[in-house]
């Protein structure tokens, strides 16, 4: 099984089910969800009927895939979470050896740095595996906080595209990096 190491700041560990009212309650801001759907709040019937189902069928704690929540080390609250997926997992053709990382925290722990920590230490975990050969990120258009992120994390502008997915298709950015 693979493990977050924590940081000096945040500890880490594999969100599931049990962890429904930590997801709900971060999709409770409108300005969280600006650049995943518009700004739409997600109901804990969402959560449980279509979030945890689709983070139930890519979740892999032997290979690190998942949702990986993020905590502040000295109050132990949740801030946020890193997602770990093989890109395009969602489509006919998924790219086991490309993982996509992603990300969403409250807007009270914006601008103090831990998106970038935490994809960080997320980053050097699950890119480690020989089979892993790159580390790809999307964020919608508009969305320089993300796009910031991934210029840290040394990921290079790909592409601007059409992101496909279940839940709806967004004009995105396509970051990635070479393992």
């Known amino acids: 099984m693979i493990e977050v190491a924590s940081t000096a700041r945040l500890s880490f560990r594999l969100l599931g089910a049990e962890d429904k009212e930590l997801l709900f309650e971060l999709d409770q801001d409108p300005e969280v969800m600006k650049y995943i759907n518009g ?25 690190g895939w998942g949702m990986w929540g993020v905590f502040v080390k000295n109050n132990e609250d949740f801030i946020g979470w890193i997602l770990v997926r093989p890109m395009e997992f969602f489509s006919e053709n998924p790219e086991f050896d490309n993982l996509e990382l992603g990300w969403r925290f409250k807007r009270s722990s914006w601008g103090n740095g831990y998106g970038t920590e935490a994809a960080k230490a997320v980053m050097d975990a699950v890119g480690e595996p020989d089979d892993v050969k790159r580390l790809s990120a999307v964020a919608m258009l508009g969305n320089e906080a993300s796009v910031n992120i991934m210029k840290k994390l040394g990921m290079e502008y790909i592409k601007t595209y059409t ?15 070479e393992c």
């Open 163 to 177: 992101h496909k997915d279940p839940l709806g298709d967004i004009e995105a950015v396509y970051y990635s990096l």
């Open 39 to 63: 700004g739409k709040m997600t109901t804990m019937k969402d959560v449980e009927e279509v979030y945890l189902p689709r983070l139930a069928s890519y979740s892999s704690p032997e290979k």
